[in-house]
């Protein structure tokens, strides 16, 4: 069975065994007391098939190979197991007595005492007896008579077992039982991996770890094979494992296994009676064998992937019978309440046309009105499988719908194809309202993944063609989309023109929706920052009263968005995560993906520069579609390495601008200049400052963005680029461009930006700014500002620097992050991981996790030893912070 290891080594961690630092720990700790004490253990080590049981073993006796010896047995899963099968193996490799008494077939005392004679070797043993929930009955009386005798001897016996496997009969379940008061026998139950160490091992796949984790259950055996064959269905090994363990159930049983497979998440028991019927021993079996897990409301698959090898393991006819028959009882069910999302599943999969058009689309508005947007747009497309069924209209209808529900969860292409689709229906028709309105939307769709022109022309359109029809609400929608169209592009004058004429019909029709959109675009291009935020912050009000979620989302967007435009970072942060909260609760998955990039720009821009790299990276690896959200992570990820003097800072910077470019919309623009001319003059290139930098430069003043060309002005002034200083720069930027280092500098401290501050500081032609400077950047660990200040003070011949910063995590050599230092210091404390979680305010798994990541780093094997080094290294002053 391949270990976690594989899995992680792949992704980059050689050899890591992840969340298992504690379960290595006890084996250590066993070991170490029989090596001081000569009093044997056992160790019973359980979980599920597949939990890593055998690679934490194997890690732990790769370890200690060279301090102890290792002898090694293991069961086999045979209907008739071999009498001491696991021990024969064990004699052939020692030989001697105990080879001699296994092979004659001796009696399990006779074993014993040939064993106990072969463990009183000089150095301490581990004797690893492994899938011992298959061991033959000589094998467990060999092992009850040992675990009574292990004291005497010095032995580490570890025993592995699948506790999913055992019913309250089975003979090694009654042997725990009776081992439990022993004071020698201890037990390990290995835990499924969490979702973090699933995403850790899922990110350099570049796969969905919520899915995978979904899939898998956190189970390491189906996490690592699905990330080695890079498949979407289910990989060869899972599927041969899962079916093996299959083929040993009676035919009851099977039968019984394969109709829950094709009911998830679970099959009620009156279900299952309808389907298999109500005999309750083929049920007792499959719980019995660990397939199926019992639930309070059912029974189910344990693992997803298993669900899914069975099921597809189905004869087409075994399976359309088990979904007719699943339509037909959901459809009458004993509570009377319809599961919709059932029925339209069954009826799919049943192939009933009729049941898929009646349950479907009432399946999707159940789940958007509960804001489950992605559920809904998939019951509408699966409605709209069958649309030619249905009269064009309807059609039309649900193609709207569906086209929302995937704007809203950022499937930019899917709505697209989905508006598209209904706007010619809306032709055919010669519904020129519904035509409109269906070109408005088109328009707001296209322009999330920078279809600008398209977006304009289609909003333009819109407009044109319901300015023929009575003005009602249509026409109201269209002149607040263009006006929001014209804010995008920095084109404030000509939104303010078009939201204008928005709140005149809105207040016609007396339409809050129009007016909470409208109210938003102004608030964006209001000159004065108090009063753009009151406008937001009404716009936010009303959409929340009147439960308009997509308005309400992109109220918290823009309220965050123009907070760090203004460098208000307290009140970004206040809306961040509220916003990130009601998204996050509404399923608007557009939305959460932009405020978390925002997130990560706010943590960029106050100095905590670890985290604005997490949180960048952590964006970038949710698929999307709308470029805005990733150009920010790309130029924080960007900026961060290039601010560092890390490797790779060039490669998301210039994917950045790739997107932004073609847009021609300053705000995209502008945050992949002003990272790219960054990062060049980081570089000391001055001609990649000056080809970042001017074509943007040309366009500010055109759209009258003044504060735009101060900023992208310093740059090139630091650069060596000698422009006059453009008009209408904004502070600090223009105290820095009027030579006033000083007032900038206390200008971006009080702000809140320590990295700017300091390269206002850096300004200065005096050692005692440069010094300060110098240190600011030393602190914030930026290598290439604080290399260019070193050079500044030696020029004026100044000696006896601080120390540069470290090309390393956190500064230090290891790579830790910051709050794995933490988790390091409080080890070096000889603090427990639940005294640990209490003291950080975290999870014990959490703690787990980082224990597992510092044991790695550090190149060691257990917390005994990563705890020494970090008092050895507090001691120098190398690796914990000062």
Known sequence: MPSVARGVAGAGASGLLLERAAELSTLADRLEAVERGGRGQLLLVGGEAGVGKTALVRRFCDERRQSARVLWGACDPLFTPSPLGPLLEVAEGSGGELEAVVARGAMPHAVVTALARELRAPAPTVFVLEDVHWADEATLDVLRLLARRVETVPVLVVATYRDDELDRAHPFRILMGELATSRAVGRVTLARLSPAAVAQLAEPYGVDADELYRKTAGNPFFVVEALATGAEGIPDTVRDAVLARAARLSPAAGALLEAVAVVPPRAELWLLEALAGADPAPLDECLASGMLAAEAAGVAFRHELARLAVEESLSPH????????????????????????????????????????????????????????????????????????????????????????????????????????????????????????????????????????????????????????????QLAMAYASLARTCAAAARSEEALRWAGRAFELAERLDD??????????????????????????????????????????????????????????????????????????????????????????????????????????????????????????????????????????????????????????????????????????????????????????????????????????????????????????????????????????????????????????????????????????????????????????????????????????????????????????????????????????????????????????????????????GRRRREDRDLLPM
């Not at 088990?322 to 799919?348: I, N, Q, S, T």
């Not at 422009?723 to 223009?734: Q, S």
Request: glycine residues 8%; hydrophobic residues 45%; neutral net charge.
């Open 318 to 473: 075994r399976e359309l019978d088990l979904h007719r028959r699943a339509l037909a009882a959901l459809a009458d069910p004993p509570g009377g309440g319809l599961d919709l999302a059932r029925l339209a599943h069954h009826a799919e999969a049943a192939g009933d046309v009729d049941a898929v058009l009646r349950f479907a689309p009432a399946a999707a508005a159940r789940a958007a009105s509960l804001g489950a947007y992605r559920e809904a747009a998939a019951q509408y497309a699966r409605a709209l499988r069958f649309g030619d069924r249905l009269p064009i209209g309807v059609r039309a209808e649900l193609l709207e719908r569906r086209s929302y529900a995937c704007y809203l969860t950022d499937q930019n292409d899917a709505a697209v194809e989905a508006i598209q689709e209904a706007l010619e229906c809306r032709r055919r028709l010669g519904q020129r309202l519904e035509e409109g309105d269906s070109l408005r939307w088109l328009s707001q769709i296209l322009w999330c993944p920078g279809r600008t022109e398209e977006s304009e022309r289609a909003a333009r359109g819109a407009v044109t063609l319901l300015e023929t029809q009575p003005p009602g609400r």
């Open 512 to 869: 809050t929706e129009i007016t909470v959109e409208a109210l938003a675009t102004v608030g964006t291009c209001e000159p004065e920052e108090e009063e753009g935020r009151r406008k937001l912050e009404r716009s936010l009000q009303l959409a929340t009263r009147d439960g308009l979620a997509e308005h309400v989302g992109r109220a918290y967007v823009l309220l965050v968005a123009t907070a760090l435009g203004d460098r208000r970072y307290a009140l970004a942060a206040r809306y961040l995560q509220a916003g990130i909260d009601y998204c996050s609760d509404q399923g608007l998955e557009r939305d959460r993906l932009y405020l978390l990039a925002y997130r990560a720009r706010l943590q960029l821009d106050q100095g905590r520069w670890e985290e604005a790299g997490d949180a960048a990276a952590a964006v970038l690896r949710i698929p999307c579609s709308s470029i805005s959200p990733r150009i920010e992570a790309l130029v924080v990820l960007g900026l961060v390495r290039a601010r560092r003097g890390d490797p790779g800072r060039w490669a998301p910077l210039d994917e950045a601008w790739a997107l932004a470019e073609p847009t021609r919309e300053l705000p995209r623009l502008r945050t992949a200049a002003l990272a790219r001319a960054e990062a060049a003059w980081l570089d000391g290139d001055r001609e990649a400052v000056a080809e970042a930098t001017e074509g943007v430069l040309r366009l500010a003043p055109e759209q009258n963005w003044g504060s735009l060309a101060g900023e992208l002005a310093v740059w090139r002034r630091r650069a060596g680029l000698g422009d006059e200083p453009p008009a209408g720069g904004a502070e600090p930027y223009a105290l820095q461009l009027a030579g006033d280092w000083a007032g900038a500098a206390e200008g971006w401290r009080q702000l809140g930006c320590p990295y700017e501050a300091a390269l206002a500081l850096a300004d200065a032609d005096a050692e005692e700014p440069l010094r300060r400077a110098l240190e600011a950047l030393v602190r914030l660990g930026a290598r290439p500002a604080a290399d260019h200040v070193a050079r500044r003070l030696r020029e004026l011949g100044v000696r006896r620097l601080p120390r540069r910063p470290r090309r390393a995590t956190a500064a230090n050599p290891a790579g830790l992050t910051a709050r794995q230092l933490e988790v390091l210091a409080l080890l070096a404390d000889d603090l427990r991981n639940a005294d640990i979680a209490a003291r950080l305010h975290i999870s014990e798994k959490t703690v787990d996790h980082h224990v597992s990541a510092i044991l790695a780093k550090l190149g060691v094997h257990s917390r005994r030893e990563a705890a020494k080094m």
